[in-house]
């Protein structure tokens, strides 16, 4: 329990926040670059995923993606940032 604890929610969530992936981007590219490359895939994901993270973030016409990546949903920022101009008023 304590191992399952650890690989699925702790590691997950200190990865992401050192290279500022999110915790479930981590999560599918474990799953993907397992069932691509093994145990050498595994091994592998989190410091490929995050370069090809950096890689969309410097072309502006992919940079969504990136900031979906990291977790961050511009969408709704821009909705929040809205409704707080709305209120403010």
Known sequence: MIQAISGNII???IMGDSSDLHPVTILVALMFWGMMWGIIGMFLATPVTAAL???????ESTKPIADLMAGRFPELEKSDQVT?????Q
């Open 11 to 13: 590691e997950p969530q």
């Open 84 to 88: 707080a101009v709305d209120s403010a």
């Open 53 to 59: 993270k950096i890689l969309l973030q410097r072309i």
